[in-house]
């Protein structure tokens, strides 16, 4: 179901709770809000749909991919860029991102995957994993 976007700094600045099976519907229902406004957003944060878990979904190279618990465990080659938000008003800001980040999350079967993603991929997913931690641009 495409659930409306949330605004308020803060609540998006509380860290998400950690993702259970349960949590499978939230997953769903982000990624339908996800794909609502896909000529504008490439990923989101459960928060951004009024939930508080540690679920994540974006763009990965034209197919949807959901992160259930997301970690990065591994960063490599810093670099500066400016970001836009859909929860957050106003131009783009300025972040720091790494180029290669090695991630390991859950799937919607709630087993453990660990994969290295590079490049507007990574940036993306670091994006919403800073949601998922109450982190801001």
Not at 104 to 120: L, P
């Amino acid at each position: 179901m495409i659930k409306e976007l949330i605004h308020d700094p803060i609540f998006l600045s509380q860290p998400s709770e950690s993702a259970t099976p349960e949590d499978l519907p939230v997953a769903r229902d982000l990624l339908d809000t996800l794909a609502a406004h896909k000529e504008t957003c490439v990923g989101m944060a459960a928060n951004m749909i009024g939930v508080r878990k540690y679920i994540i979904a974006f763009d990965n190279d034209g197919t949807y991919m959901t992160m259930f618990n997301p970690q990065i465990l591994k960063a490599d080659r810093p670099y500066e860029t400016e970001e836009s938000c859909l929860s957050l008003l106003g131009g783009p800001r300025p972040c720091t991102r790494y180029e290669t980040i090695k991630v390991q999350w859950k799937n919607a079967k709630f087993e453990t995957r660990i994969k290295t993603f590079t490049g507007w991929t990574a940036e993306i997913i670091q994006h919403e994993i800073d949601h998922c931690n109450g982190v801001l641009i």
